[in-house]
């Protein structure tokens, strides 16, 4: 579930029909728009921009020196062009995104709601963040993971300045990625040619961070499987055994014509009291393992939902009810009255 919840929550922005094409040598990063203009002419691409990193496995640090502050402060830093926002659905909850027609964003910086939270800037736009110079902010973007869900969303700083030109374009499609891929490649290879093409969905890239979690919980899912079979096992167990101890008294009341449905109630009763009890038992010790062994390694978790211990609760008396009513039905087969004499 933890799983899910990772793969589910909002991010920020939708990863899974964003497709990136990565700029790998200068000659590629310096030819970043003629690429986004001719990738824009591929049927199914909508949007698009570049950017000097992606979502997914964190943003390199800067030092900044916010206003009213005279020491400096570690940000988390991205540099994009003027469309990348637009194609990674990427949110302005206040001001504005940057623009070509204002003339006046070169030097402007955007930040997120945790920077803002930070600083304590209610009215953030206006503010100046200074590095190097002074950079006017003009606009304050949602909140978006840019790491795993392992971390907390920590301040962002965006701005328009890439140090060696951009590594990656977006692409937002309609069209899934293998459909589109062969005509990117031809634009690519008229604008730089003999270089290695390379690109791949987003939401994958993402997924592919959380491996490490995918393998523990296979083998966390095989564990409990074994786990459950063995329980399985004993409770079958005990099951024929309390059964078998309780036969004469079975066979007796067989005697005076009672139901079958009858004795497998009163055998179960006493013998569910202590499935309950294994319950109770259980529950507190699985709560603590998650939430300190596994769910304490992220910074948004799903929590330990309680319909697994109903769940847990429901299978372990579904196995105890079937083996006890197998084995009365078994033991019921045979002549009480012979059981009895032999008694």
């Known amino acids: 579930t933890q799983m899910d919840h990772i793969l589910q929550t909002d991010k920020g922005f939708n990863p899974e029909n964003r497709v990136v094409v ?3 040598s200068d000659h590629a990063r310096g030819n970043s728009d003629n690429l986004i203009h001719a990738f824009l002419q591929v049927p199914g ?19 900044y020196f916010p206003e009213g502050h005279d020491k400096p402060l570690m940000f988390h830093a991205l540099d994009v062009d003027y469309g990348y926002l637009d194609a990674m659905g990427i949110e302005i909850v206040e001001g504005r995104n940057f623009s070509r027609t204002s003339g006046q964003d070169e030097d402007a910086f955007l930040i ?28 304050v973007v949602r909140d978006f993971n840019f790491s795993t869900m392992h971390d907390v969303i920590d301040p962002l700083v965006i701005t328009l300045k890439p140090w060696r030109g951009y590594s990656y ?38 997924d592919e961070a959380y491996g ?11 564990c409990a499987s074994l786990t459950l079979f063995i ?17 004469r008294e079975i066979a007796v009341r067989k005697v005076f014509g009672a ?18 009890l294994a319950n109770i038992i259980a529950w507190p010790l699985a709560y603590l393992i998650m939430e300190n062994y596994f769910l304490a390694n992220f910074a948004y978790s799903g ?41």
């Open 212 to 222: 490490p979690e995918r393998e523990y919980m296979s083998i966390l899912l095989f």
């Open 45 to 63: 691409i909508e949007k698009a921009g570049a950017s000097s990193q992606i979502p997914g496995r964190g943003f390199t640090q800067n030092g």
């Open 112 to 139: 997120n709601q945790a920077l803002a939270k930070q600083l304590g800037w209610e009215a953030p736009v206006g503010k100046n963040i200074r590095r190097g110079s002074d950079h006017p902010v003009i606009g």
């Open 169 to 206: 374009i977006t692409l937002h499609t309609n069209v899934p990625h293998e459909n589109i891929r062969s005509e990117l490649e031809k634009k690519w290879e008229v604008i730089v040619p003999n270089e290695n093409f390379e690109s791949f969905v987003l939401g994958n890239y993402i």
């Open 231 to 247: 329980a399985a096992l004993g409770l079958f167990g005990l099951a024929a055994y309390t059964t078998k101890k309780r036969y």
């Open 303 to 343: 929590g330990v939902q309680w319909w697994i211990y109903a769940l847990a609760l429901l299978f372990s008396i579904l196995i105890a009810v079937v083996v006890i009513f197998v084995q009365v039905i078994r033991l019921g087969k045979l002549n009480p009255i012979e059981y009895i004499r032999y008694e």
């Open 22 to 24: 990565s700029l790998t």
């Open 259 to 276: 139901e079958m449905n009858g004795i497998v109630a009163m055998v179960s009763v006493g013998f569910l009291r202590w499935v309950f």
